[in-house]
T-cell receptor
Framework: AQKITQTQPGMFVQEKEAVTLDCTYD???????LFWYKQPSSGEMIFLIY??????QNATEGRYSLNFQKARKSANLVISASQLGDSAMYFC????????????FGTGTRLKVLA | EPEVTQTPSHQVTQMGQEVILRCVPI?????FYWYRQILGQKVEFLVS????????KSEIFDDQFSVERPDGSNFTLKIRSTKLEDSAMYFC?????????????FGSGTQLSVL
């Protein structure tokens, strides 16, 4: 079974609008972390935002926010006021807390911002 | 912000040859990782490493792969006899500790092409 599922292979958004990128996860651990990374066409992996399983507030980092719904096991990334430079691949990732030393990534969503 | 450094950025090799990919993790980080990404698709975990030992490895990380920390700063991935399907972007990453809330810092990657 997939631990991290990103169901949107590609999305378009108009410049200055908000967009939500979906991510669902599967774990039986109580302690875990959820991460979003951006990969522009240049290839580097850029950390965007983190949400811990015990965090009661949704994480925010500038124009990025994470809509964390623990009961639904979803951790959607919201980008507000999209910019052309937001066009990139976006990966959701999870790190479980018990007995593992790996971060598991989803298949990614390619976002294209339209002028 | 401190960086993970990878060299070379591109490597071309002939099938059956050995390659060594090099990484310098962030200096105060203790946990090191290799990931690979084929054709800009899913980011796949290969191996994690701590205290000169492999902490965890994936099914991909078979006997043709090995990792080493030859000195106090470098972390290397060796592929003994490269195959065409080893062509991918290889990312080195590091974390300060092993907790689930640790941000994974990536290097800029080595694009390996096996001919």
């Amino acid at each position: 079974a997939q631990k991290i599922t990103q169901t949107q292979p590609g999305m378009f958004v108009q410049e200055k609008e908000a967009v939500t990128l979906d991510c669902t996860y599967d774990t039986s651990d109580q302690s875990y972390g959820l991460f979003w990374y951006k990969q522009p066409s240049s290839g580097e992996m850029i950390f965007l935002i983190y949400q811990g399983s015990y965090d009661e507030q949704n994480a925010t980092e500038g124009r990025y926010s994470l809509n964390f719904q623990k009961a639904r096991k979803s951790a959607n990334l919201v980008i507000s006021a999209s910019q052309l430079g937001d066009s990139a691949m976006y990966f959701c990732a999870m790190r479980e807390g018990a007995g593992t030393y790996k971060y598991i990534f989803g298949t990614g969503t390619r976002l294209k911002v339209l002028a | 912000e401190p960086e993970v450094t990878q060299t070379p950025s591109h490597q071309v090799t002939q099938m059956g040859q050995e390659v060594i990919l090099r990484c310098v993790p962030i200096s105060n980080h203790l946990y090191f990782y290799w990931y690979r990404q084929i054709l800009g698709q899913k980011v796949e975990f290969l191996v994690s490493f701590y205290n000169n030992e492999i902490s965890e490895k994936s099914e991909i990380f078979d006997d043709q792969f090995s990792v080493e920390r030859p000195d106090g700063s470098n972390f290397t991935l060796k592929i003994r006899s490269t195959k065409l399907e080893d062509s991918a972007m290889y990312f080195c990453a590091s974390t300060r500790d092993s907790y689930y809330n640790e941000k994974l810092f990536f290097g800029s990657g080595t694009q390996l092409s096996v001919l």
